[in-house]
């Protein structure tokens, strides 16, 4: 061994051992923050029999807490000392000598571990990715060991070995699951963090080259080094590198800063990124098409024109995703499939009507895998098996998602074989989240998925939108892509038909919200331009202000509610006018008596005009009081004079007020200019005027990107409860939510992104049903990576 192969070793020891000890150090913290947990547990209210389950947790926890303490530090220091491969650690895998029969608590604590693992991963992927490049490098190995102690599932397993060896049962594992899961994820990645920082000091890799691992914009076969097949993630192509110090960071050699994506899109970039490293180490071939996203799609049809001839793969230019013919076998197969899933469904709706969904989707689970095994001796070459295969386990996840009413589920297995023909021919299926195959079926889930299996909340126009949007995609089996991307535009204009003129439960709500965005449009329109009128006129702060603030919006409503040109809106325009004239100096004795004799009218019109805009009595009394005191200034003379040709030049622009308006649709609306929205609310909407802190960008990002027709669980005004994301504003500034009841609730974009950062909005789902799919379909391949190519 030469000196430099010497100093990388030890130099990697080090790095274990700095790994180990940070691990070591951060035990005694976490387990104050469990014992507090279980105290807090036992000091909630609760049903008799979660009680006494709370106590006996509580009891064993302090009879047993510290001997899993000492055992875990026992374990950690052998695993460093000896390696993992010498404790009780090993996995069921690991051990293929024993083939007993395998006991119900031995599978029940691999799945805790596989959970406490990939719990661990999700926080701590960046980091663990830089610390392996880094670890392979010193120790000049194509991957950590499966028994490395610096591998998250190795972790996990010394972790519930000491637990169940400390006499702790799985059911005080499952109440604390969500402190151990955040506790150990913390420390985890500070281990991790830690490690890496001690080997940038040392000189190593101060800058990890991730660019091999990057499949959005290279190809697969610039790829240097397999990651294994596990639970652990890196970086998925454009997620943001983290330093030593946990900073996300720019591309490398000085490109630009990559924004932090929301949490789904983030989650959907780890899980795309881990499936093309296991395509990579298992099927080359599938995994050597570079994926691309953000590209043109081509243009849509319209709704009753889709194109009669195949526009086939090998018609997309060079600007377009890389496509490839899958064979002519394979081809036959899936259109003869095809055809048998059709005609069987098409004999349930005629024939056997009796049959329930549940019972037609167990027959169709039955069907597709039967279908499988014959389209997998159809084909040709390893990748087109592999993809059979993926396509499989992605629908088999779909279909037993028990948040989809079962009626709804029938529609989507029969999307299987059109998706199966598209990802045969374009591989990038695999490598994208925003594919408009995946995109389709994501929307029309986020629709169903919400807090109810019940058929009858979806409402009958979106069952069937949701059976012509299948029946389209199968009548035309050639065009690729392209299908999926014209019927995923279609039915996103039909969600905001639907939300505004079918569903009943909605469409008041979405009424209400429109009309409040064209008040605040009109209002903040108003208030601009009465800046540009007054900008040169000697007007009275406190009238200026009034005018702004106040009788802008009044114009606004009035013009909403009456017309532009109505008699009543003209009334608000004159006493505009009036109090500008009113609140100028008044030196000569005429112009003092005429004043007093239109004030006891004009206050009167100023005081129903608040009233129409919503406004309360005592805030009305404060803006009189605050007008008096300008009126009373003019007496005094203390303000400039206004010619009468000004105020009759400005009475003239306030009539013709509406023509200067810009169109709802030019520029954008200044939000410093929004007002509060709390005096629009009425019988039917609820509008969030308050609560939250600032949202951070990265919030503001996520509220922006929230859409039609998926669910949430709010948290306002004491409930907790189910609503649908059901309009957004022309520029997105406003959004409405329904709860199943009709019950609006109306936010302001920043108000939401607070709502989110608060967690009082939660999403129903945490991540898309493709993206869930792929994931349930890694974790099989995990436990059997053999079967993509069976």
């Known amino acids: 061994m030469t000196a430099a192969d010497a100093r990388s ?41 979660l009680q006494m389950a709370r106590r006996d947790a509580y009891d064993a926890w302090q009879r047993a807490s ?9 374990s950690l220091r052998h695993a460093y000392h000896h390696g993992a491969g010498d404790s009780r650690s090993a996995s069921l895998s690991s051990r293929p000598q024993n083939l007993s029969l395998v006991s119900d608590d031995t599978i029940e604590r691999e799945i805790i571990a596989s959970r406490l693992a990939l719990a661990m991963m999700d926080k701590a992927s960046w980091e663990f990715s830089d610390l392996r490049n880094r670890m392979q490098s010193l120790e000049r190995v194509e991957d950590l060991a499966q028994q490395d102690l610096l591998r998250a599932q190795v972790l996990s397993r010394l972790v519930l070995d000491a637990w169940f060896e400390a006499g702790l049962s799985s059911s005080v594992w499952q109440m604390l699951q969500r402190w151990l899961h955040h506790e150990f994820s913390q420390l985890l990645n500070e281990a991790y963090h830690e490690a890496n920082h001690w080997l940038i000091q040392q000189g190593v890799m101060p800058e990890v080259d991730l660019r091999p691992f990057i499949r959005r914009n290279a190809p697969a076969g610039g790829m240097t080094q397999a990651a294994p097949l596990g639970p652990a993630t890196a970086h998925g192509g454009i997620a943001p590198q983290a330093t030593a110090h946990g900073a996300p960071l720019g591309a490398q050699a000085g490109g630009p800063a990559v924004p932090v994506g929301t949490p789904a899109s983030q989650s959907a970039q780890q899980v795309m990124a881990q499936l093309q490293r296991v395509l990579a180490r298992h099927v080359p071939e599938l995994a050597q098409a570079p994926a691309r996203s953000g590209m043109p799609m081509p243009g849509p049809a319209t709704r009753s024109g889709l194109p009669a001839a195949p526009i086939g793969a090998s018609g997309v230019s060079g600007a377009g995703p890389i496509t490839r013919g899958g ?40 069907r597709n895998q039967a279908l499988k095994q014959v389209l997998k001796s159809a084909a040709d070459t390893p990748a087109e098996r592999a993809t059979i295969e993926l396509v499989a386990l992605l629908f088999q996840a779909i279909l037993q998602e028990e948040r989809i009413p079962p ?57 069937r939108e949701i059976k012509r949007v299948v029946q389209v995609v199968e009548a035309y089996p050639d065009t690729g892509r392209r299908v999926f991307q014209t019927v995923l535009t279609e039915f996103e204009k039909f969600l905001d038909h639907y939300f505004e003129q079918e569903n009943e439960v909605s469409k008041k709500g979405v009424s209400l919200a429109q009309q409040v965005e064209q008040r605040e449009t009109l209002a903040i329109q108003y208030t601009i331009e009465l800046r540009k009128m007054l900008s040169e006129v000697p007007v009275q702060d406190g009238v200026r202000d009034f005018l702004f603030q106040v009788w802008a919006d009044v114009l606004a409503v009035t013009g909403v509610r009456y017309g532009p040109q ?24 005429e112009d003092r008596a005429e004043v007093i004799r239109r004030l006891p009218p004009l206050l009167k019109t100023l005081r129903d005009g608040m009233g129409h805009a919503g406004m309360g009595h005592e805030r009305q009394d404060e803006h009189i009081r605050s007008l008096n005191n300008a009126l009373a200034a003019a007496f005094t003379a ?5 010619p009468r040709e000004r105020l009759d030049d400005l009475m003239s622009q306030l009539e013709t007020l509406e023509a200067m308006l810009p169109s ?30 600032a949202p951070t960008p990265a919030m503001l990002a996520w509220a922006r990107e929230l859409q039609v027709g998926s669910w949430y669980m709010l948290d306002y005004r004491g409930r907790v409860e189910p609503v649908q994301l059901v309009w957004r504003g022309l520029r997105h500034h406003l959004i409405l939510f329904v709860s199943p009841q009709g019950r609006g609730v109306l936010f302001q974009l920043s108000r939401l992104a607070a709502f989110l950062q608060a967690g009082l909005m939660l999403p129903a789902q945490d991540e898309s049903l493709t993206v869930k799919a792929t994931r349930n379909a890694l974790a099989k391949l995990e436990v059997d990576p053999s079967r993509l190519l069976a």
Request: with cysteine.
């Open 407 to 463: 009626a709804i589920r029938v529609w989507f297995a029969r999307l299987q074989m059109p998706v199966l023909r598209v990802a045969v021919g374009e591989p990038d299926f695999f490598a994208t989240d925003d594919h408009p195959a995946r995109r389709l079926i994501d929307r029309m889930g986020s629709c169903v998925m919400g807090f109810s299996t019940s058929t009858a909340e979806i409402g009958d126009a979106l069952e």
């Open 327 to 366: 064979s002519p076998r394979l081809s036959a197969a899936i259109n003869h499939a095809q055809e048998a899933v059709q005609r069987r469904a098409d004999q349930v709706a005629t024939v056997d009507q009796q049959l329930t969904a549940p019972q037609a989707l167990d027959e169709i689970r039955h």
């Open 664 to 693: 709802p649709e030019a520029g954008e609306i200044n939000e410093t200019l929004v007002r509060d929205l709390s005096s629009h609310e009425c019988d039917g909407l609820e509008v969030v005027a308050e609560g939250g802190a």
């Open 566 to 589: 109505a008699e009543q809106t003209k009334a608000m325009k004159r006493a505009a006018a009036d109090l500008i004239w009113s609140a100028s100096a008044k030196v000569s004795r």
């Open 66 to 74: 510290t001997p899993w303490h000492a055992r875990l530090g026992k």
């Open 9 to 49: 070793q030890a130099l990697a020891s080090q790095a274990r051992r700095v790994h180990t000890e940070v691990l070591l150090r951060g035990l005694p913290a976490m387990m104050a923050v469990l014992t507090t947990a279980v105290q807090d547990l036992l000091s909630q209210p609760a049903e008799h029999s």
């Open 638 to 642: 203390k303000t400039a004079a206004i």
